[in-house]
């Protein structure tokens, strides 16, 4: 077959380039631009790349406009209905969901790395008690380097390994530990008897002096949270973690730097918006006012949990937290959650508005995920930090993949300058 090219025209010159076409498995097709300043000597503009794909990948598939997840082929729905979330893990680090035999040595490769150096307390102790949870996160992460020097050599596969599933196991323990610091408990050492969702909820809730239960219901749906939460192809965060490794800079520190993009607003920091904008808009009779100022452009109030990049229609994930919460609140005793009422009203009225319509506006992961981790306990500024926990993964495997991808360089990427031109020096005392 002939390869496909799109040709491109400089109207001054009538000079004609021919770039190939690349085609995935499934999505649209990509233009190959590698040759573009070499041919052209222009560079191509993107700004927030809405048009540009920066590597190729077989992890994750989104397809935006029919509100389409999936990972190495299997929806979303499916593993967040059937999995635990090691077996999505194993999913994405390998390609392919686990045996019963390598779900059990995965469970045990994970269990060797729950516990956190002793030495890591010492640097919890430096943090004030009311440190935002990914101020601390972000700092503890980015320490493991100055801990674990045996996984630092990334040209290692075995090593990569290693900080993978460390990385992996204790997220939940320095998650937790952050909890607890900020209201003051011991730390809660890991079990390694109990399921991840669990084991995690155990060192965030359980204290010594009590005895601890769960209902296995809400392990479900803390388990459940993490698998939805695990991967979803180039977004911010996980571009900064392909950056940050493209230097060849060590995975710690990696995903420290995915974890200060995902703090923003506009990413994983929604989750914890919503539920302050829920607060703020206190009763279904103040939806409108909130609506308007989300249409007007002269206020930068948006719908929080509104709207993505990438899908242009209802957010699988969304649609799955949704229907867990009810499951949840009745779990948790709760008979009647004003601010799941609040929510699912502010749902059904942004719906049938125009603005929103028209521009394809859904609700998104981070919609109704609050009101669960609400329902359960954690106040909301734990909420981004539990989003960094269950997103690890996805982080650790776009970085693996990138790490074996010999297509891959330095991320560089160029610019339209539109400073001074060259000016003569003005001395000090002339300026
Ligand atoms: N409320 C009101 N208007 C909105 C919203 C919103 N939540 N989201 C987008 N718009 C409007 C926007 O003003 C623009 O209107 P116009 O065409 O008239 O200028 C249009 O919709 C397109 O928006 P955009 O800003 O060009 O879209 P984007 O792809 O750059 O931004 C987004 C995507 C997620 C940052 C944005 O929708 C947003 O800020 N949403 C609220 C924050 C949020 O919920 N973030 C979580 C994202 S999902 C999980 C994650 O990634 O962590």
Sequence with gaps: MTQRTVTLTDNATGKEYEFPIMEGTEGPDVVDMRAFYKDTG???????????????????????????????????????????????????????LPNHGQKETFKDEINNHTMVHDQIISLFHGFRRDAHPMAIMCG???????????????????????????LIAKMPTIAAMVYKYSIGHPFVQPNNELSYAENFLRMT????????????????????????????????????VRLAGSSQANPFACIAAGIASLWGPAHGGANEAVLRMLAEIGHKSRIPEFIKRAK?????????????????????????????????????????????????ELERIALEDEYF??????????????????????????????????RTVGWVAQWNEMMSDKVQKIG???????????????????R
């Excluded at 635990?84 to 893990?89: G, K």
């Excluded at 609700?363 to 909420?383: C, E, H, Q, R, W």
């Excluded at 560089?412 to 002339?430: A, H």
């Design 42 to 96: 222009m560079f191509t503009y993107d700004p927030g790349f809405t048009s540009t794909a920066s590597c190729d990948s077989t992890l994750t598939f989104i397809d935006g406009e029919k509100g389409i997840l999936r990972h190495h082929g299997y929806a979303i729905e499916d593993l967040a209905e059937h999995c635990s979330f090691p077996e999505v893990c194993f999913l994405l680090l390998r390609g392919e």
């Design 140 to 166: 503890v992460v980015g320490a493991l380097s100055a801990f674990y020097h045996d996984s630092l050599d990334i040209s290692d596969p075995d090593q990569r390994w290693r900080a993978s599933l460390r």
């Design 205 to 240: 809730f359980s204290v010594p002096a009590a005895r601890w239960y769960i209902s296995p219901k809400v392990v479900r749906a803390m388990n459940k949270i993490f698998v939805l939460h695990a991967d979803h192809e180039q977004n911010a965060s996980t571009s900064t």
């Design 296 to 344: 007007d452009k002269d206020d930068p109030f948006r719908l929080m949990g509104f709207g993505h990049r990438v899908y242009k229609n209802y957010d699988p994930r969304a649609k799955v937290l949704r229907d867990s919460a009810r499951d949840v609140l009745t779990e948790m005793g709760v008979i009647e959650e004003p601010l799941m009422e609040l929510a699912l």
């Design 357 to 390: 319509v028209e521009r394809k506006l859904f609700p998104n992961v981070d919609f109704y995920s609050g009101i669960i981790l609400k329902a359960m306990g954690f106040p909301t500024s734990m909420f981004t930090a539990l989003f960094a926990l269950g």
């Design 412 to 430: 560089r990427p160029r610019q339209l300058y539109i400073g001074q031109k060259s000016r003569d020096f003005v001395p000090l005392e002339k």
